[in-house]
């Protein structure tokens, strides 16, 4: 059973420019949810997708947005990027049907503005 | 608006005792609330839940209490090992949220041995 994977580990961008992220979900699951992890904070909830719509939303602007795939793997993209949107960047996983405590989250991306 | 809180940013225990890690929050909705713990360089994971119709969960060395009256639960290891050093992180969410949890800000525990 392979886990959830994120790409890339890494990423620096500049102030103004556009990024997307990756994430596969664990095998099995068809629900992904985003979370921003800024440095010494708790991960924050972006938003989550469920086939293939969003399902759910925080309170972050539209400049970020996501995607889901019929695969269940998803994206997340933010435009017009700023200093404060460096952060550690988590998706999860999980299936519809179980409990929230079936969460499986990735490593993560780490992205750095400059 | 910190709906989760971890006041203790750090906490340092000798190996083989208690660590006692704790968890406020201010939103009475909440309804289940959950610990994980995250490792440099991965992904939290799961490590022990509870619900509001609950005061107390045990899992092995760990166990959860919950004291809805006060809005405050708490994660006990006992013994604590030096692998259990890594951040805590509370959670909590309400019925039907899907995969939307509240974090909180994480406790790094360090056992020394």
């Known amino acids: 059973e392979t886990g959830v994977t994120q790409s890339p580990t890494h990423l620096i961008k500049t102030r103004g420019q556009q990024v997307t992220l990756r994430c596969s979900s664990q095998?099995?699951?068809?629900?992904v949810s985003w979370y921003q992890q800024a440095l010494g904070q708790g991960p924050q909830f972006i938003f989550q997708y469920y086939r293939e719509e969003e399902n759910g939303r925080g309170n972050f602007p539209p400049r970020f947005s996501g995607l889901q795939f019929p695969n269940y793997s998803s994206e997340l993209n933010v435009n017009a990027l700023e200093l404060d949107d460096s952060a550690l960047y988590l998706c999860a996983s999980s299936s519809s049907g179980q409990g929230i405590s079936h969460l499986y989250f990735g490593p993560g991306t780490r992205l750095t503005v400059t | 608006d910190q709906q989760v809180k971890q006041n203790s940013p750090s906490l340092s225990v000798q190996e083989g005792r208690i660590s006692i890690l704790n968890c406020d929050y201010t939103?009475?909705?909440?309804?289940?609330f959950l610990w994980y713990k995250k490792y440099p360089a991965e992904g939290p994971t799961f490590l022990i839940s509870?619900?509001?119709?609950?005061d107390k969960n045990e899992d092995g060395r760990f166990t959860v209490f919950l004291n809805k009256s006060a809005k405050h639960l708490s994660l006990h290891i006992v013994p604590s090992q030096p692998g259990d050093s890594a951040v805590y992180f509370c959670a909590a969410s309400g019925y039907n949220q899907g995969g939307k949890l509240i974090f909180g800000q994480g406790t790094e525990l360090s056992v020394k041995p």
């Open positions: 509870i619900s509001s119709i609950k």
């Open positions: 095998s099995g699951h068809n629900t």
């Open positions: 939103n009475s909705m909440f309804d289940y």
